[in-house]
């Protein structure tokens, strides 16, 4: 029973074990929505072989899942940011078990949609990072918040890591209908995160800072708007989302299109998943640091050149895989200093609905990264046209950070 003035002895051993509580919720619940969803595009070429409806029919429909993981980010966070996020994660959890199971049962393009497109995409946004990582942020000390967002990322690298091998496996043992909807009842296992992520949304826990106070929602969106950094960092994000998005749904159909056996495709989901546990650990390390920004355009820099590579090399199972590990680093590594931007401009009063608006524009370049690479295969058979593109993209996206100035303005966003 101590309080926050409290000097005891009991209080420095209790309060690790609550943060190391909180992560584990957080980063477990990442873990098995993001794995769930990134492993989706391994089922791209059983889907259309089972319903006839072609890649891009089926590449709409994930496609539409990322806008609407975007979408509903803002909307679940505001909530969040009012309610606490318990109750948001119970349901997202929820819808995210219900989408995937019931997959293999669509057979029309609006049925994948209303499936992957909306439940369990829709979930994933509620149970994703913006209510995540501003609930972690609320409960761990700000000296503490780059690495812990790291953690929380980590978490999702780990979910992909273990799912699509996973995936592959269930897929030998029970088919892919049957895999799909393990993964949903696999997914289930997140529930009780919800109970330790509970609680009213502006409340600290013991060790942290009291949390700021949250504005209309609003007041705090046309403030944030008003913001050219703000701007600037949610412009960087959309590239991310465009980049993210068509790895997950099509890197299987680039190992096809390469000659290469199917189970590479798995194996490089997976490779992707390790190494982005590396990346976010590093990235949360970083981030106490170096300047945030600068972070930001090493990754999209990094990214243009290893595409670039890639496109010139021998495409050879271990080339592959070597591509693979460098995405991997920096596949979900902009998620810590993003997070660490957006709390450093405005607070924490309203980051789960700020974080979420990011989150949104990256979701945007997520469905044109998805629905594009379907679209592009089908005219030209091949995905090269695709990583022209995401090459420019990662260039501008790596100058665009340059101007942002890391300084707080959260003043700007407390009552009068």
Known sequence: MTTET????????RVPYVWWLVLLA????????????QTMGFFLSPLNTATG??????SLAFAFGQLWWG???PFAGAIADRIGAGRVLLAGVLLVAL?????PLMTSTWGLIVAIGVLSAGGAGMAGPSVLMAATAR??????????TGIVNAGGSFGQFLMAPLAAALTLGLGWAGAMQALGLIVLLAL????VLRGPGPAAAAGTTPAAVALPAGEAIRKALGNPSYLMLSAGFFVCGFHVAFLATHLPGVVAACGLPAPVGAWALGVIGLFNIVGSLAMGWAVGRWRMKSLLSLVYATRALAVLVFLLAPKTEAVMLTFAAVMGLTFLSTVPPTVGLVAKFFGTGNMAMLFGIVMLAHQVGGFLGAWLGGQVFEATGSYDWVWYIDIVLAVGAALIHLPIREAPVARRLQPA
Not at 6 to 13: K, M
Request: net charge positive.
């Open 99 to 103: 989408g995937t199971y019931i997959t």
């Open 53 to 58: 409806l072609g890649v891009g029919s089926i």
């Open 71 to 73: 979408l509903t980010q």
């Open 139 to 148: 409960l761990i000390p700000a000296a503490r918040r780059g690495m812990a």
């Open 26 to 37: 957080a980063a477990g619940t990442f873990a098995l929505t993001m794995g769930t969803r």
């Open 192 to 195: 009780p995160a919800a109970w």
């Open 6 to 13: 409290s000097t005891s002895t009991p209080a420095p051993a």
